[in-house]
Nanobody, 127 residues
Framework: QVQLVESGGGLVQAGGSLRLSCVAS????????MGWFRQTPGKEREFVAA????????YYVDSVKGRFTISRDNIRNTVYLQMNSLKPEDTAVYYC????????????????????WGQGTQVTVSS
C-alpha cells in the first residue's frame, strides 16, 4: 500500500506560480511512476503530467506544456508539480497518483493505469 499526501495548493492570480508537492510513504518510492491529475466539478479527472521511476522521462497534457514541470526526489520520496503562468482554466483539485506499472506517453494518461491516489489539493486561479 502506498499513501500519498499532497500540499501546496492555494489561491493565485492569473500569471502567477504555485508548486505542488506529494509525499509518498509505505513502499519504495523509486519503484513507482508518479503522476498528477486534476478535476473540476462535473468533469472527469484529467491527466496533467507524469514522470517515470527514474525521473528520466516526463509526459504532459498539451494544455500545460511549457508552463508546468513535473519532477521527483527519490531521496525525499516526493514528486513536485511546478506550475507557472497559471490561467483561470487551471483551477481544479489536483491529485497525485502512483503506479507500479511502467508508464509511457500513452498509458500515463489513462485513469486505470494508476493504483494509488492522494486526497487532492485545491488550486484556484483568479482572473
Amino acid at each position: 500500500q502506498v499513501q500519498l499526501v499532497e500540499s501546496g495548493g492555494g489561491l493565485v492570480q492569473a500569471g502567477g506560480s504555485l508548486r505542488l508537492s506529494c509525499v509518498a510513504s509505505g513502499r519504495t518510492f523509486s519503484n513507482y511512476g508518479m503522476g498528477w491529475f486534476r478535476q473540476t466539478p462535473g468533469k472527469e479527472r484529467e491527466f496533467v503530467a507524469a514522470i517515470t521511476r527514474s525521473g528520466r522521462s516526463a509526459y504532459y497534457v498539451d494544455s500545460v506544456k511549457g508552463r508546468f514541470t513535473i519532477s521527483r526526489d527519490n531521496i525525499r520520496n516526493t514528486v513536485y508539480l511546478q506550475m507557472n503562468s497559471l490561467k483561470p482554466e487551471d483551477t481544479a483539485v489536483y491529485y497525485c497518483a502512483a503506479t507500479n506499472a511502467g508508464i509511457g506517453p500513452i498509458n500515463s494518461e489513462l485513469y486505470y493505469t494508476w493504483n494509488y491516489w492522494g486526497q487532492g489539493t485545491q488550486v484556484t486561479v483568479s482572473s
